[in-house]
């Protein structure tokens, strides 16, 4: 199995395990239905499922199949691996190609060997010069046939090798374009998912930080101006994280007005500069209709911040990052709440580092 193989089926076991994990945390019985929900939540490919999940998780309610049914039926029914069928269909057609034109090098060599053998065997009875003659005729003859046919081969090997190289550039554009939000063109939550395990799988001892912002009242800017403004807004906001961040911290789109900022070796107090230097960038945001001449309403932003706790998983920090999220939106929003280390089965201990402005 090759390499892109591995990874996609180390990819869905991976998903498999955390969607099965998902449903046994809430104990909600595993069938189909509920596997697939759960599945494409986890993957994170849905924007819209993912919203619709995790405002179900923020209002503290408890999850049950009526809910996951409820998500399911809202789902588009199209599978949405169209492109996919279409470059793995194409590229069938190119191996088969390939193996076509293998086949007969193989078989005009085995045609180029019997017709020798076949000289060799008639002329047994012959005397030797004028059998000399006759196997240079005959092997010249055939040579010249086996190049000609080699040359058709190599035309046509070089033909299907670079459409080889076309599909796979095709792949590899299109499983770059799956971690990407059109919008914005930060990575998104697949993504973020993907290089948060890789980074905790190489993080041995090194301090990692999950910094969430949520923009405040962003329904207000969709209800006064529209949603093509709110997108202004989103690829501004997104342009704004991705400039405050430091070089080795990277910026995603969790979605709607929700960004992450994933911090391999951040301790804490890195983490909550990085995010205070968002916060204030964004207070400062200004955008201007030029057509009406008007200001547009000025953003802030809330911001929760975790740190990673040793031999927990990407699941647990992301979801302590959230809950300090959670509590800087009721602390007044506009700030930044950090979930402080707390002793094993405790309480979760939060701090507010920020005064606003």
């Known amino acids: 199995m090759d390499t892109d193989a591995q990874t996609i089926l180390s990819d869905i076991r991976n998903i498999s395990a955390r969607a099965i994990a998902f449903l046994a945390e809430h104990d909600i019985l595993p069938s189909p239905d509920n596997y697939s929900v759960a599945f494409s939540y986890i993957e994170g490919r849905s924007l819209d499922l993912v919203q619709s999940m995790r405002q179900l998780l923020k209002n503290g309610k408890r999850l049950t199949d009526l809910d996951l049914c409820s998500i399911d039926c809202n789902r588009p029914s199209m599978p949405q691996q169209v492109c996919h069928t279409s470059v793995n ?5 190119v191996v088969e190609t390939l193996l076509n034109n293998i086949n007969e090098a193989g078989e005009g060599m085995s045609r180029f060997g019997e017709a020798l053998q076949t000289n060799l065997g008639s002329l047994q009875d012959v005397p030797p010069p004028v059998a000399l003659h006759i196997i240079a005729a005959s092997m010249l003859a055939s040579t010249r046939t086996i190049m000609a046919q080699n040359a058709v081969l190599q035309s046509r090997l070089q033909t299907t090798l670079a459409e080889t190289v076309s599909l796979r550039d095709q792949l590899d554009q299109r499983r770059q374009d799956a971690l990407l939000d059109p919008l914005t063109g930060l990575f998104n939550r697949r993504a973020l998912n993907d290089h948060t395990a890789e980074t905790l799988s190489e993080s041995s001892n090194q301090s990692v930080c999950i910094i969430i912002v949520d ?3 962003f329904k207000k800017i969709n209800d006064n101006y529209g949603h093509l403004v709110g997108d202004v807004y989103i690829q501004n906001v997104a342009a704004i994280i991705k400039s405050n961040i430091r070089v080795e911290q990277t910026a995603y789109r969790f979605g709607g007005e929700e960004f992450v900022v994933l911090a391999p070796g951040a301790t ?24 009406e001449n008007t200001d547009l309403l000025p953003i802030s932003a809330s911001i929760g911040i975790a740190e990673l706790i040793p031999g927990e998983s990407g699941a647990q920090l992301f979801a302590r990052a959230d809950h300090a999220l959670y509590n800087a939106k009721h602390r007044g929003r506009n700030c930044t709440v950090v979930d402080l280390p707390r002793v094993a089965g405790g309480t979760p201990n939060f701090s507010d580092i920020t005064s606003r402005p």
């Open 89 to 93: 269909q194409e590229l069938q057609a």
């Open 215 to 217: 923009i405040d009242h």
């Open 268 to 291: 804490r107090d890195i983490a909550i500069k990085t995010g205070e230097k968002i916060r204030k960038a964004l207070s400062k945001m200004r955008l201007r209709r030029n057509s």
